[in-house]
C-alpha cells in the first residue's frame, strides 16, 4: 500500500495528464454532436482530427525526452539524434512494405538497430566531447541523410520522394483504429516519462547529473564517465527509435525531412520552450510548438514558417529556462537562464555556485 502511494504521489502530474488525455476526445466527441460509442467506434470527424494531432504531440515528446536525456540531463550536445529517429522510421517501413514482416519481429530488428547506433555514436565519447562530440555526431547523421536521399536507394527509401505505400498492421492501423492508436502512443509516452524520472532520480541519473555539471570532479570520485555516458546512449537512442516506430506507423510518408538537421532543432527547440532537464517539459514543449504551428499555419499559411522561427527566438531570449523551468523557478530569472544555457552549449565554462 505504502509503495502504491509513494508511486502516486510521485507520478500524480503524469497519470492526471493521461487520464484528461484519454477522456478528451470522448468530450470533443460531445462537442461536435458525437456520443461516446460513435468515438470509440473511431466515427466522429473532428474528434478524431484532434486524435490525430495529439498522436503528433506524443510522438514529438517521446523524441524530445530522449534528446533531453542527452542534452539536459547528460551534458552530451548531440546534432545527429535525428538519426536515431531517422533509421527506426526507414527499417520499420522498409521491413513492413519490402519484406513482409509482422510487427513484432520489426520491433526485434529495431532493438538491434538502437543498440548498434547508440554503440556507434559511443565510440567516439572517450576521444571528444563538447563542440567536437557535437560536430561527430552531426557528421553521422548527415551521412544516412546521403544514404537516403541517395537515387542507388529509391527502390528501398524513395529517395526525395521518401517512403511511400507502407502497409500498417491493422489491429494499429489509424486511419481505421485512430482511437486505439492514440491511446498506444499516449501509454507509450507515459510510461517512457515514468521510466526517464525514475532513472535520473536514480543513483546512476545522479552521477549523469554530476557529468553535466563537472565531469573531471566525477571522475575524480571514481566514477567511469564513459559507461554512465554510453547507458544514457542506449536508453536515448531505444526512445527515440520507439518514436521513429510510431512515426511509420501513423505517417502516410516517411519523408527524409527527419533525417536532417532540421528534426534534431525541432526536438532541441522542444527542450528550450519546455525546460532543459525537467522531463514534463519536453511534453509541454510538444504541446506548445505544434499547436503554435497549426495555428500560425492557419492564419498566416506560407509567411508561418518565418514568423514561427520570430516566436521561438523571441522566446527562447526571455524564457531561458522554459516555461517548466520557469514555473519552477518562480520567475523568468534571464541573466541566470542565459548563463545557464551558455554552459550547456559549452560556449562558456560553468561558474562556481553560490554557497
Not at 534528446?67 to 531517422?86: E, I, N
Request: net charge positive; charged share 15%.
Amino acid at each position: 500500500m505504502n509503495k502504491n502511494k509513494s508511486f502516486l504521489s510521485r507520478n500524480k502530474g503524469i497519470l492526471i495528464f493521461l487520464a484528461v488525455m484519454l477522456v478528451l476526445p470522448f468530450i470533443i466527441g460531445l462537442f461536435e454532436g458525437s456520443n461516446p460509442v460513435a468515438v470509440w467506434n473511431n466515427q466522429g470527424t473532428f474528434s478524431k482530427h484532434l486524435e490525430g494531432i495529439g498522436i503528433e504531440i506524443f510522438i514529438l515528446a517521446i523524441f524530445a525526452l530522449s534528446y533531453d536525456l542527452l542534452f539536459g540531463v547528460t551534458g552530451m550536445m548531440s546534432f545527429g539524434h535525428t538519426m536515431f529517429f531517422a533509421v527506426a522510421a526507414y527499417t520499420t517501413g522498409i521491413a513492413l512494405k519490402s519484406f513482409g514482416l509482422p510487427l513484432w519481429q520489426v520491433l526485434l530488428i529495431i532493438v538491434g538497430t538502437s543498440i548498434v547506433q547508440a554503440f556507434l555514436f559511443s565510440i567516439v565519447l572517450p576521444r571528444v566531447k563538447g563542440v567536437t562530440f557535437t560536430m561527430v555526431t552531426l557528421g553521422m547523421a548527415s551521412m544516412f541523410h546521403i544514404i537516403v536521399m541517395s537515387s542507388d536507394m529509391i527502390k528501398w527509401t524513395g529517395a526525395d520522394v521518401g517512403l511511400q505505400g507502407v502497409p500498417k498492421p491493422a489491429f494499429i492501423d489509424p486511419t481505421i483504429e485512430r482511437l486505439r492508436f492514440y491511446v498506444v502512443a499516449l501509454l507509450i509516452l507515459v510510461l517512457v516519462y515514468i521510466f526517464y524520472k525514475r532513472f535520473i532520480d536514480s543513483p546512476t541519473g545522479r552521477v549523469c547529473v554530476s557529468i553535466r555539471e563537472n565531469e573531471s570532479r566525477a571522475k575524480m570520485l571514481g566514477y567511469n564517465t564513459t559507461i554512465f555516458k554510453v547507458v544514457v546512449m542506449l536508453i536515448a537512442s531505444f526512445t527515440a527509435s520507439i518514436a521513429g516506430v510510431l512515426h511509420t506507423l501513423y505517417q502516410p510518408i516517411v519523408s527524409p525531412t527527419i533525417a536532417d538537421l532540421g528534426y534534431t532543432v525541432t526536438g532541441l527547440l522542444i527542450v528550450l520552450i519546455g525546460g532543459i532537464a525537467t522531463q514534463s517539459g519536453a511534453i509541454v514543449g510538444a504541446f506548445v510548438i505544434k499547436l503554435l504551428d497549426l495555428a500560425l499555419r492557419g492564419i498566416m499559411k506560407d509567411s508561418a514558417p518565418l514568423v514561427t522561427g520570430v516566436v521561438y527566438v523571441i522566446f527562447v531570449l526571455f524564457v531561458p529556462y522554459g516555461i517548466v523551468g520557469s514555473l519552477k523557478l518562480g520567475g523568468f530569472k534571464i541573466k541566470q537562464g542565459w548563463q545557464m544555457l551558455l554552459e550547456r552549449f559549452g560556449l562558456k565554462k560553468a561558474m562556481p555556485k553560490e554557497e
